[in-house]
């Protein structure tokens, strides 16, 4: 089947389109020529659903970025395009247009469109500085963005360091109104599952959201007739499963070794795209590299964007495979390509030949390309992986998580310290021994500590005190959560690890990396837990195959997390299952009716707030290619953002110095 | 009962009708010629006012006081609206009925939903400065043209900001008139100005001559669609163009001498010239005809679909015969709809002539019954609605297969429109006329004339939404009883609750605009959504209140706006006891603090007893400082914030530490000229080492108790990375190294140095054997590998080393092997 049923059913090009017309739509709103301003962080994802020659057609003349008072004069027309939530932001606009008004002679028009929307905080702000009234104000309705046909991200880039170091649950609501959005054009999430703090506070905002959407969604008269019924739950999507990451920090912090993940770790994808020395991608030997695993030399050589995502001829291939077996699949493409070439020379001699060749050249030379750009960032991602450093790193990473004894690696984590790997390297390391045995013994963590001032730096005592707050780097002593056999429903405030890693059988041996057969292949023997607990409801049989091998085990059956309660009593946080029933009966079994009474496949919204990585992301493609295959059903993924370990850890890394 | 084409006129090869409306609908003394009659489009509300221009008969001080008159299509005062509040320069609506009154100082007042005040704003400094002069209006803005010829904008109406166009021509605006956006292929307004001889176009951006030479035209008018433009020479001619001025379409001599008062469109297709008490009515290709069987002053309120024209006694609609209703009705018709109604009559008579009728049409029935159907919708008169829909309806019994929807629905639409076009109403509307303003807005306009029943009723038909109803009838109560607020706030309650979608926060904002605080309050509570009541909670002084609320909404944004108003009223340290019981706000103060308000954060730190963040904020602040002193001493308070406590021992040490740090580095770029601050203590000892202080680089070791391990890393990888390969010799002389030897074998291995790495190899005595050989092999010394190999006789490597070894090291290894057999 080439088009899916399933693969319509939630449809993120829609999304894609709606957000391009909008824009556009606000954009023609302003007559004539005008500059536009926007935030830095949102450049990328702007560029995920309109290209800049599609800007210039609707008179946008030239694009600056918010941040150094560089906003110029030379067109009459100023349009701001920012994210309304932060009050900086805010600010720094309205001394913009304080600025531009007193230096000008021109008298501008100033138009601000807020995404994803205009709050008051803006507002409030705009009529301190006394500009409120000098600009047009209008919104953009901007949540998801899709970046992939089965991938959406409200791009917050921020919305980590904000959920776990700052506790500001600012991109909870964001979730919140962009999953209710979904709502409203699919129908009620059936059935909300979750694990996490967040992801109850999630929940509980949806319904929330939910009981005031009748009252909203009347004070819209636009939109009246269309709601007048309520909500109904909907006929695609079976339910929506929310993954608070603070449930499972070891996975983020764990290096990623699919391509798609290695990419990320060695140049940091953003909005589906790198940024690469053309040497790189010449397939030219690259400069010698210092440091094995610095991520960029610093070499003056030109840099080039390379998009990464499904339009590439081999990246949706490669990127969710490990990256071992990177090698073979890009040598077999390029013997295959070699001899379509060399059939193609053999057989030009005739017209119908050559039109035949001809017709094919483009899609021959774009895969040509894709195959060369492939190779390049493999051999640059080798470099780095055969390096000593990368093994040595890799070996402590993977025996903390196959559950040996933290204190055997003590060791290496200091030689690695010695040897001035990069800092987050070091720090994912031990943060990830602190999440996996619910803190480090306070000695150890004195002297690690440090360790690591000496190092890097003692600006790094808000480094460590960041990473204690957000829970990542913490003492043994403060976590006695799991302990506590009362605790129960309201949520652990630990996990205990041992227990889990063996009731979900975290670690897999004989991972197979080739032929993939469990999600561990994505970390070469480890197995996410999140992805672990997305399986707990959707794949309950073959979960509780791993770990009962004995026969006559009944697998458990019913839906939610119906058989998986002793594990998640286990997982700190709360648990949420609500079911959610519309209002009108009738209505709802109307809508049933009416899209066929035969159950169609359906679709599973799995929600990482706080962000998801590329290794979890292949997982659960593997896990919804596996579930496509027995029943036709379909994962969709959410997340606040694309999250790596480096990034996680480099929300509370201090990036300044002491400087004369 | 007359004839259906009674009311027909022909112009050119198109029928036009006059349909009347409602009659007698003024007070025969008013004298319509005095006054201003702007018509809200929609068939909506008429609003009249005295035109200042004009004298008039005094008729004691009563009637002098200037007002704006609002009366339905049918002459029913809606409300009159009192004015002493400078010279009305021009009144127009909004397709929601909204009412705009601009005085000539450029204040602009809007009227929401016929009954509410007011919201007032004005159209900028210019305009109070040079005066406005007249204004054009479209469904949602409109544009005011000022005694200096510029031109304001203002495009939409919950948000007012006036905009200025591009500056006009100057001379004499002879007439003008504007294509609203949704026409333009720009999508924003375009005025047209006829100046001198011709016509300007006039956006945001730029102005353009369009270089007509036949003006001065003295109106100018465009179609409903946007298409066409109408306009009237000095010499009395109409002419028709396209709206981009490309084509000429028509061309009309009126021959009279007085140019009109007024020309406006009807529909898309026909212009109506207006003088006193004649109109005349111009068709395609210059057709036209003559209506002066008007006894009063006449006004012309144009709509989508045709025009109402206005006199003191009635009020009629002036419309091309629709398509449907002329096939049906004209003189002579043999199309099967007039056919089938022709049926039906004879039915009535019981004629056989019925049957015969059907037969003919038989092959064109379904046709016929649509016509029917349509022409049903077309028509004021109910007993004529009836009988085309008896002839559907009985074509459709003769009919095996027919979908009865249409019939159904135009049955549901007429009964609405009957019910709004009765005279009480006064809601004359077309039926395209509701097709395009909605039912919903339909509801609307009925609850702006306080017709709650009929609103009710009409929704629950049409299976419409109630709950804006029952708030507007809320809001409607809240301001006009004086019934005392319990019982009040009782009878809505009643009335309102357990309704779906019934927003309280409207009415209560509605009681709190009539200084109703209480009653306010009271109805807020009924508000479902928390974050609806926060604005208003603040308004009337409960911040606590608003700020729980706001938090229970989770919407952060909320939370944030009742902070920084909390913070605006309260004295700092009860800011901070407030937030301080309630972790969102404080997380919310903190996090939009760190990069906006650090002393506030300080404070709030000291007050709330956190000392490793008062610390921390201090060591942060010392980074951003410029130099190393201020850098020192802001530490200094760091670390004296966390002294007191044995807590924190740890990280008073390493703020002392960073202290030392400090001041070495200064010491050593004083002594060495070179930058050393900002590194960290390894950085410090890999330079110190790279530029040769070795004494140095000890003395920090020990200083900072840099473990000898670390250290081994660092020099090596410092005298690597420099190359200083003698003293790397001098190292290999070691007995021991407390990294062991395999690290300096494999860093100098890595900078390429075979020979000084080889050194290396025999000290790694805790390796096995193979990965030694492995070591030689690196070095390209085979030979060297054989001798390991033979000195722990291991036959088998040997053998395989020979196969890889080449040269002189084959025969060596070939040696070797021979040794070891000779040594069995």
Partial sequence: MAAHPAAKAINTQEITDKARRDLLQLLEAVRGKKNLVLERSLAGTIGLFVKFSTLQEYGVDKVFFLENHNVDSSQRNVIFLLRGDNAKTVRTVAEQIKLVRSESKIDHEFSIIWIPRRTRVSDMVLEEHGVLGEATISELALYFVPLEQDLMSLELESSFSDLYLRKEPTSVFASATALMRLQKQYGLFPRILGKGDNAKRLADLLQRMRSEEDVNASSDPSKTYLTSFGLTPSSVVENLIIIDREVDFPTVLATQLTYQGLIDENFGISNNQIEVDTSVLGGAPAPPQQQSGTAQPPTAATKRKVPLDSSDKLYPSLRDANFATIGPTLNQTARRLQSDQQNIKQQDQSIADLRSFVSKLPSYQAEQASLKTHTGLAEEILKVTRSEVFSAMLEVQQNLLAGSDPSTVHENIEELIARDVPLKTVLRLLCLESCLSNGIRSRDLESFKRQILQAYGFQHILTLADLEKIGLLVPRESHRGYLNPIAGAAGQTATDWNAVRKSLNLWIDDVQETDPNDTAYVFSGYAPLSVRLVQCILQKSYLSGLVNTRPGSTPPTGGGWKGFEDTLTRIRGATVDVTQKGHDADASHARKTLRGSKEGPKVSVVFFLGGVTYAEIAALRFVSGQLEKSSGRRIVIGTTHVISGNRAVGAAVEKRKFVE | MSKATADWTRVGDRFYRRTQLYDSIFDPDLELENYIVTGAPYSGAVALYRDESKIYSFRGSKTAKSSIDLYSCAGKLIRRITWDKGRIVAVGWSAEERLLVVTNDGTVRSYADLQSDFSPFSLGHDAEEYGVTSCKFWSTGFVALLGNNKLVAVTRYDEPRPQALASAPVGEVISWTVIPPEHTSSRSVEVLLAVDGTVHVVDAAECEDRGLQAGPFRHISVSPNGKFISLYTDDGEVWVISSDFQDRLSEY????????????????????????????????????????????????????????????????????????????????????????????????????????????????????????????????????????????????????????????????????????????????????????????????????????????????????????????????????????????????????????????????????????????????????????????????????????????????????????????????????????????????????????????????????????????????????????????????????????????????????????????????????????????????????????????????????????????????????????????????????????????????????????????????????????????????????????????????????????????????????????????
Wanted: charged residues 30%; aromatic residues 8%.
């Fill in chain 2, 253 to 824: 001599e009126s021959k009279v001498k007085t140019p009109p008062k007024d020309l406006q469109w009807c529909g898309n297709n026909a212009i109506v010239l207006a003088w006193e008490d004649e109109i005349h009515l111009v068709g395609p290709n210059g057709a036209a005809s003559k209506f002066d069987d008007y006894n009063s002053f006449v006004h012309l309120l144009p709509d989508i679909d045709g025009i109402r024209v206005l006199t003191n006694t009635v009020c009629e609609f002036l419309q091309k015969v629709p398509d449907s209703t002329e096939e049906i009705y004209r003189v002579g018709s043999t199309s099967p709809g007039s056919v089938l109604l022709d049926a039906v009559e004879q039915l009535d008579k019981k004629s056989p002539k019925a049957d015969d009728n059907i037969q003919m049409i038989r092959s064109n029935l379904d046709e016929a019954v649509d016509v029917c159907v349509r022409a049903a919708g077309q028509e004021y008169s109910v007993h004529r609605q009836k009988q085309l829909l008896k002839a559907a309806s009985f074509g459709k019994s003769v009919l095996d297969l027919y979908n009865s929807d249409d019939f159904v629905d135009m049955t549901e639409v007429l009964r609405v429109l009957n019910a709004v076009r009765f005279y009480e109403i006064g809601l004359p509307l077309s039926y395209e006329q509701y097709i395009r303003l909605t039912p919903e807005r339909l509801v609307q306009r009925l609850v702006n004339r306080q017709q709650y029943l009929l609103a009710l009723k009409m929704s629950e038909f049409l299976h419409l939404p109630v709950d804006r109803i029952y708030v507007n009838w809320a809001r409607q109560k809240v301001r006009s009883s004086s019934t005392d607020e319990d019982s009040l706030c009782e009878e809505i309650v009643r009335k309102l609750n357990g309704k779906r979608g019934v927003s309280f926060e409207e009415v209560a904002h509605a009681a709190y605009d009539e200084g109703r605080g209480k009653l306010a309050a009271e109805l807020l509570e009924h508000e479902p959504r928390a974050g609806k009541q926060v604005p208003l909670l603040l308004s009337v002084g409960e911040e606590f209140v608003a700020l729980d609320k706001a938090i229970e909404s989770g919407d952060t944004d909320l939370v944030f706006y009742v902070l920084l108003n909390l913070k605006k009223k309260m004295p700092l340290s009860s800011f901070f006891r407030t937030i301080n019981s309630r972790p969102v706000a404080t997380s919310i103060v903190e996090s939009s603090a760190i990069d906006q308000d650090q002393e506030l954060l300080k404070d709030f730190y000291y007050q709330d007893d956190r000392r490793v963040d008062g610390s921390n904020l201090l060591l942060s602040e010392a980074l951003a400082a410029g130099d190393i002193n201020a850098a020192a001493d802001k530490m200094k308070m760091a670390a004296k914030l966390l002294r007191d406590s044995k807590e924190y021992t740890a990280q008073v040490a390493a703020l002392e530490d960073a202290q030392k740090l400090l001041r070495f580095q200064e010491a050593f770029e004083k002594d060495l000229n070179e930058p050393f601050v900002g590194l960290s203590v390894n950085e410090t000892l890999s330079k110190l080492i790279k530029t040769g202080n070795m004494k140095r680089s000890q003395k920090v070791q020990t200083e900072f108790k840099v473990s000898d391990k670390t250290f081994s890393w660092i020099r090596l990888r410092a005298l690597v990375s420099r190359r200083y390969w003698i003293e790397l010799e001098e190292l290999s002389k070691g007995k021991k190294s407390a990294i062991g030897w395999e690290p300096y074998f494999n860093e100098i291995l890595g900078a390429g140095n075979t020979k000084l790495a080889s050194l290396f190899i025999p000290k790694c005595t805790h390796l096995a054997m193979a990965e030694r050989i492995e070591m030689w092999l690196k070095c390209g010394l085979a030979n060297k590998a054989g001798e390991e190999a033979l000195k722990a006789k291991d036959r088998n490597a040997l053998e395989e080393l020979r196969t890889k070894a080449t040269g002189s090291a084959q025969l060596d290894i070939d040696r070797m092997i021979a040794q070891l057999q000779k040594g069995r």
